[in-house]
């Protein structure tokens, strides 16, 4: 039986994209090899990312180690795929002439079709999970329509395309009678949903019809752009008991000047102000958000407006990346205006700024008992979550082996014990 492995890079709605390929693929009686398995494949597909350097270079790490395999075998096929390949693909065939073949975003069907030979009609619903089976990315839209001065995925994926409801709606009844009991809507601008097909924002209806699906325990929503933010999915957020209490709304900054720079089509006040009405709809809801340091412009008294803002508004969660100039993007031309060295010290000094915020906020969950899905078992310990963290992103919660017969995919109450900057310790309460 041929068999296909995928390598997976980048966002969770590359995420999703391999997860169709692959479940399409098995479906055609292939068998499919785990990315972290040691076995070799007949087809190996690399599922790139182009978003920044960093990103770009992995990519081409992943590339190079496996053309270099296949050759070391000398055979099976290397195929590779995604935002790296859109931006870069001439670059790319003249440079690794090794790859079999390639294929930029938004095409599912060519990759299917290209590993197994022949044409099988590609259904976007079947997939193979690569999480563990209690959860689930679900993706809405691909593309964004914003024109964010940094940001290259309007390049790569091109504008905002909703997905239909019915269809949506079809995929996580599927996924929820698999087994999975978290849902993570993602998308570029999740909040922009139904736009083009419906000419208004539909996704606080689409929420509400996902929680009325039997069997789903969590609906976590991600990326939820700060600009227009439509009330009714704030409404929806504090209604709706299976909506996880978790605000992630990327900011990039906060200083008005940066933002317009930016061309995030919001200002220092305005974006105080959506925080406000989201603490005051959801008062017990963690935030987490994502910052960009030493975007050109960003002078000593910008960046200290950034770092006073964050030590004020105190984020449960943060991630913090030095700007990095993206070819195309309408910021490339400025240039750079601050020096790589005091980009990557800026992040730092937010950094630290984060861990003491994280572990004054852990420490105020000691004693308090959450609910807890259970993720894995890693060593000592099971290792869960509570509603307010994201997998991969977040918090854990850890619990001893020894101190209970826990398994993945279950939820219990659990009692905090113990807490670091960005681990909880608990034990069962109940």
Known sequence: MPSLKVVSLGCSKNTVDSEVISGNVKRAGW????????????VVLINTCGFILDAKQESVDAILAETVRKNRRKKGKVFVMGCL??????ELKREIPDVDAWFGVNDPQAVVDAVLESHVDADATVRRLSTPSHYAYLKVSEGCNRQCAFCAI?????????RPVEEILKEAAKLVDEGVKELILVAQDLTYYGMDLYGRREIAELVRRLCRIDGLH??????????????????????????CRYVDIPLQHI???????????????????LLADFRQALPDAAFRTTLITGFPGEDAAAFEDLAEFVRAFKFDRLGVFPYSREEG?????????????????????IMDLQEEISYEANQARVGKTYEVLIDRIEGEFYVGRTEYDSPEVDNEVLIRVDSADLAPGEFHQVKIVAAEAFDLYGELAE
Do not use: C, N
Not at 85 to 90: A, I, K, N
Not at 255 to 273: C, V
Not at 329 to 337: H, I, K, L
């Open 31 to 42: 068998t499919i090899v785990r990315e972290e398995s040691p076995r070799a494949a007949d």
């Open 85 to 90: 390949v859109q931006r870069h693909g001439e």
């Open 329 to 349: 993007t309408p910021a490339y031309d400025r240039g750079e205006t601050v020096p790589e060295a005091e980009k990557e010290r800026r992040a730092q000094a």
């Open 154 to 162: 309007p390049l790569i994926r091109g504008k905002h395309v909703s």
């Open 255 to 273: 200083d008005s000047r940066i933002l317009k720079s930016m061309a995030r089509s919001t200002t220092k006040e305005q974006t105080l102000s």
């Open 218 to 243: 969590w609906v976590r929503l991600q990326y939820l752009y700060p600009h227009a933010f439509p009330q009714d999915l704030l409404e929806v957020m504090r209604e709706e008991p299976k909506v």
